[in-house]
């Protein structure tokens, strides 16, 4: 795997779970190149909102230069391991596709305080992992997660696994 998932996901049956609507707001964070967060835009049309966030700056400077200026798609600099920009209880999804393995321990409670704060009540939390297994990419399977491993780390509400690619599973939660 390069720096990006893209061409390496099942994203019909990605969309197919994650079940958007129209005017829903939506943060794709650790979005890299936000290919993702384009997709999202066109689900959730001119009354919803993406968030494409991304701690490399010289990557949301790409993909705002992509989007341009009208678009439903704000590509903002962030932390999502810290306090973001966002509002509280403004988000109806957050899609979280091959970062959570670079998070360090202290920084998951941060990150899970965080989604905490932004999501609506009863809204869904999807954290797309690397199996942990080996394969000819990726980082090293000790900073892997398992779906069992991935839902003893958080307090969100378990809902959905499914493999979403070869290589890779999709973990649905929900805020409680
Ligand atoms: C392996 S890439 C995945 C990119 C994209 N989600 C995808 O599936 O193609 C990991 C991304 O997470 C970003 N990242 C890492 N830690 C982050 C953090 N704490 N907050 C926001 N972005 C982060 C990196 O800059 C990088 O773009």
């Known amino acids: 795997m390069g720096k990006f998932s893209e061409g390496l996901l099942n994203d019909e049956m990605i969309l197919k779970n994650l079940t958007i609507c129209p ?30 966030l ?41 899609y979280l596709s091959t970062v959570f393995h670079i998070f ?3 920084e998951i409670v941060c990150f899970e305080n965080e989604i905490n704060r932004i999501l609506k009540p009863k809204a869904q939390l999807a954290i797309i992992n690397i199996n942990k297994e ?22 969100f509400v378990p809902k959905k696994c499914i493999d979403v690619g070869k290589h890779f599973y999709m973990q649905l939660f929900i805020k409680r």
């Open 54 to 94: 991304d701690s490399d700056r010289g990557l949301i400077a790409n993909l705002r230069k992509e989007i341009g200026k009208k678009s439903n798609i704000d590509a903002i600099v962030g932390d999502i391991t810290k306090r973001t920009a966002l509002k509280d209880a403004s988000v109806d999804l957050v």
């Open 104 to 106: 360090p321990d202290t």
């Open 134 to 155: 080996d394969s000819p990419f990726g980082p090293p399977v000790e900073m892997r997660y398992s779906p069992e491993e991935l839902r003893q780390k958080l307090s």
């Open 23 to 52: 005017g829903q707001t939506i943060l794709d964070a650790g979005c890299g190149n936000g290919y993702m967060a384009i997709k999202f835009s066109k689900l959730v049309g001119d009354t919803g909102k993406i968030y494409a």
